[in-house]
Each structure stands twice: as C-alpha cells, then as structure tokens.
C-alpha cells in the first residue's frame, strides 16, 4: 500500500503528483501490461541480449 504523507496546508496537487510518482516507481502498471500478453522466455531472453549488445556497443563507440 503506497502511503504519501500531506503537511498542513499542502497543496492536493503536489500530493497527487507524489502519489503518482511512488505509484510509478512500483512497476505496477508495468508489469501489469507485461502479463496481459504472453511472451515466451526465449523470446525474452532474446530481447534483453538484444538490448545489451545494442549498449555495449553504445559503450564502446564512447571510447
């Protein structure tokens, strides 16, 4: 359960921003959108080393 705690006097937006902040720092949304379509885990272990190679090489033209 997030909890965001309001001084007296604070603004109702600036709490509702801090809500949404923690709420997105969760994952919730995320991973509730990565469960409603399935993906094998060969398709994502693919992906991710698809994404690392693509920053390592990122990395590498650094230097």
Known sequence: ????PIKEGEN???ALKKFKRKFEKTGVL???RSRKNFTKKSVVR???MKSAVY???LKSEDF
């Not at 359960?1 to 965001?4: G, L, Q």
């Open 1 to 4: 359960m997030i909890i965001v």
């Open 12 to 14: 109702i937006e600036r």
């Open 30 to 32: 995320r991973e509730l």
């Open 46 to 48: 693919r992906d991710e």
């Open 55 to 57: 920053r390592q090489k």
